[in-house]
């Protein structure tokens, strides 16, 4: 088996040619007497060449999953400073190494090594924000500082709620709790948050995100008084209640200005993001992004206050907004959104030529825009207007831009296609890359113009879990709903895909959307669309080599290779090879990010993963309270947009 030695040899040449014109020089001729040493070699290289070479280490494994087509699966891998030498077995790597020096690490001789995790969109605003609250949910929600139980009735969660006021030492200190449901933990007024204290500040943060219900004291430092609620347009005051302290939809968006100052402070923010950053490595992450989340450079260095240590466990690379961008600035939008390049630091960055636009509304909403109506005859929505969006798509197409679009429904899709159809065209590129995001509802038709287009797919399979069951009855029939996320069609096609979470609308557990996709199983048991499954190589492939192609980053990771940055993450199990029923549940020992060896580190060790153990009642409220289509516009249920509006609640209100 021939050994991945291309880098070595490369060096050798180059050496053995600068060692030739060291002994020419000391011999009295002159570098000048030979043109193209002249211009191939400088001082330095001479200065390189001279220099012992570094020390190779190589690491030893159950098994590596490559990803490399030619060596698909190896036992030994060879890093040097952060990057990967050599592949195949210890003995091809020893005879390999020559003069080279090296030493053995067996650290990893009962695991297995796949390709770095990449969690390629997700928002870590809202997840710092929901994660440093009192979580008191549905569910149990395993974290760093250990698990979390469940309260699934009314008595549990009162107690709980007045377990976590006694606990807090300050009487004055806020007290923001997040996973209140009201099916199953009973209605919950401001009359009754009063009895459990009327000096203290206290809110509750609907498990939705989209509501919030305040006591008489939080009220009362925030401002929100009768004076205020009068303020709003009509639409929010309706779906208010200063009575009840009751906020929700258009009432919430109306008082986050006053409320977020008081529940995202700085300290919050930062606590919040620690714990993100345990988070995602815990659950494999090597590399992350956010497509459009933020258009504030306050709250970007916020984030970069945590995130960009040296010491983080990934890089993370944030892409702008280029719908808020446009709509600020139509006619300098490339120039204004070039601003935003230097906001990165550190382990993070903003990716330029990349840009994030808006389609069609929200999935959990039913606000898809729909060739056939929904069932019950409501209609999808834009989020941005079409003639907006071609005109904001063409400026990015023509400036040479990778544009990433949220998209929903299969109008949307259509209307993507058209543009990109339409632009090409008039302006022809190579190499576009063009990211449909989410991929909700789609049609057999419009694969083959996707992949004709030079389109790729980004999807969520979370929605056939979550959703396939409800709206099979609900909005779309069971058409629609079973082939949500169509990646059988996709991957068949040849078409390149990759998988997100959306975090904190899904699980940011590269290995449960892994699971998701390959089995398509929904919260009732049942596969929905077999047909529509994705191969176990394939969802692997989602979730790192291609999800680093959506980001224009595959030649630096995604699979094991010379030359590539040394991004592994260490699995107690091969995610291709198990049982497909048990992907979900192989353990994540920790990683190796561009050379360091990163373990993680768990209370409790028993725990496979971070984030909510979900049970019945976490399908019950997916499937039954998210769907609401009520709301006044697009942003309903879509955690894309309220990130966006919380970052600028938060970015205008300090």
């Avoid at 190779?56 to 990057?83: C, F, H, M, Q, W």
């Avoid at 605003?125 to 149990?140: G, K, N, Y």
């Avoid at 260095?301 to 719908?323: C, E, H, M, W």
């Avoid at 960055?349 to 929200?362: C, E, N, R, V, Y």
Wanted: with cysteine.
């Amino acid at each position: 088996m021939e050994v991945r030695v291309s880098l070595i040899m490369q060096n050798g040449r180059k050496i053995m040619k600068i060692r030739s014109l060291l002994l020419a020089t000391f011999c009295g001729l002159t570098l000048a007497a030979s043109p193209t040493h002249a211009e191939t070699v400088t001082l330095q290289d001479i200065i390189k060449a001279t220099a012992p070479l570094p020390e190779a280490t190589i690491y030893v494994a159950r098994e590596i999953v490559t990803l490399d087509p030619n060596k698909p699966s190896v036992t030994a891998v060879a890093v040097v400073g952060d990057r990967i030498l050599a592949t195949g077995t210890l003995e091809e790597l020893k005879a390999a190494a020559g003069d080279q020096k090296y030493s053995i690490d067996k650290t990893f001789a009962d695991k297995v090594i796949v390709p770095g995790f990449i969690a390629q969109h997700d928002h870590p605003l809202l997840t710092a924000l929901t994660m440093t609250s009192q979580i008191i949910a549905i569910e149990d929600w395993v974290l760093p500082s250990g698990t979390i139980p469940a309260a699934r009735t009314p008595e549990e969660y009162r107690k709980r709620l007045e377990e976590v006021n006694a606990s807090l030492e300050n009487p004055d200190e806020m007290l923001l709790t997040w996973g209140y449901h009201h099916l199953f933990h009973g209605k919950v007024t401001r009359g009754d948050l009063d009895k459990i204290s009327t000096r203290r500040p206290i809110v509750v943060w609907h498990r939705s995100a989209h509501e919030f219900i305040l006591n008489t004291k939080a009220l009362e430092i925030t401002g929100i008084d009768e004076a205020f609620v009068e303020s709003m347009s009509e639409a929010a005051q309706k779906q208010s209640s200063l009575e009840k302290g009751h906020f929700l939809e258009g009432g919430m968006f109306a008082i986050i200005p006053k409320l977020l100052p008081a529940i995202a402070t700085p300290e919050r923010f930062r606590a919040g993001l620690e714990l993100t950053e345990q988070y995602y490595h815990a659950n494999g992450v090597t590399l992350g992004s956010e497509p459009g989340g933020l258009y504030s450079e306050k709250l970007q260095k916020a984030q970069n206050a945590v995130l960009s240590d040296s010491d983080t466990p990934f890089r993370y690379y944030f892409i702008p907004d280029g719908k808020s961008i446009h709509a600020m600035f139509p006619d300098t939008t490339i120039s204004e959104t070039e601003k935003t390049l230097d906001w990165g630091e550190g382990m993070t960055s903003m990716m330029p030529g990349q840009i994030k636009l808006f389609a069609d509304g929200a999935i959990y909403s039913q606000l898809m825009q729909m060739r056939e109506p929904y069932l019950d005859g409501h209609h999808g929505e834009w989020i941005m207007p079409p003639d907006d969006f071609a005109r904001a798509f063409r400026i990015y197409w023509d400036a040479g831009y990778q544009i990433h679009i949220h998209v929903t429904g299969d109008a949307g899709v259509d209307m993507v296609l058209d543009n990109v159809e339409a632009n090409m065209r008039r302006n022809p590129r190579h190499d576009h890359r063009t990211v449909l995001v989410h991929f909700s509802v789609s049609q057999p038709d419009q694969i083959d113009r996707i992949k004709r287009l030079g389109v790729i797919v980004s999807g969520n399979p979370y929605y056939v879990t979550m959703l396939a069951d409800k709206y099979s009855e609900e909005g779309l029939g069971p058409e629609r709903a079973d082939n949500m996320v169509r990646m059988g069609d996709v991957e068949r096609a040849g078409i390149s895909y990759s998988y997100h979470s959306d975090m904190p609308m899904a699980p940011s557990q590269p290995l449960f959307l892994m699971d998701c996709a390959v089995n398509r199983t929904t919260v009732s048991g049942r596969v929905a669309g077999p047909e529509q499954r994705s191969s176990r190589e394939g969802a692997l492939r989602a979730i790192t080599l291609e999800a680093a192609y959506s980001l224009r980053l595959e030649d630096e990771v995604g699979s094991i290779v010379p030359g590539k940055l040394a991004n592994f993450t260490i699995l107690s199990d091969n995610p291709v090879t198990v049982d497909a029923a048990e992907i979900k549940d192989i353990s994540v020992w920790g990683t190796m990010h561009e050379g360091r060896i990163l373990p993680v580190q768990r209370k409790d060790a028993s725990k496979i993963a971070m984030g909510p153990v979900a049970n019945e009642a976490t399908y019950k409220v997916m499937d039954l309270d998210l769907i609401s289509h009520e709301a006044e516009g697009a942003a309903h249920g879509d955690f894309c947009m309220l990130n966006k509006l919380f970052a600028a609640a938060i970015a205008s209100g300090g």
